[in-house]
């Protein structure tokens, strides 16, 4: 964007929809980041829910 502004000769700047579609083109697409799964966070709700009593008909 401020390179486009700085350099006239580059012309004008390709609109989101072109620079998507191009980069999807090359293989360079969003991927989700992988979570780590043994967070502070997780393993403190994995505590709370194994201290609740669970009822022979949500077992499974």
Do not use: I
């Amino acid at each position: 964007c401020v390179l486009v502004q700085k350099q006239a000769d580059l012309g004008p700047m390709p609109s989101y929809v072109s620079v998507r579609r191009c980069m999807k083109s090359h293989g360079l697409v969003r991927k989700r980041l992988a979570r780590a799964k043994d967070t502070a966070g997780v393993c403190k709700v994995e505590e709370r829910l194994e201290t609740r009593e669970v009822r022979s008909y949500e077992s499974e």
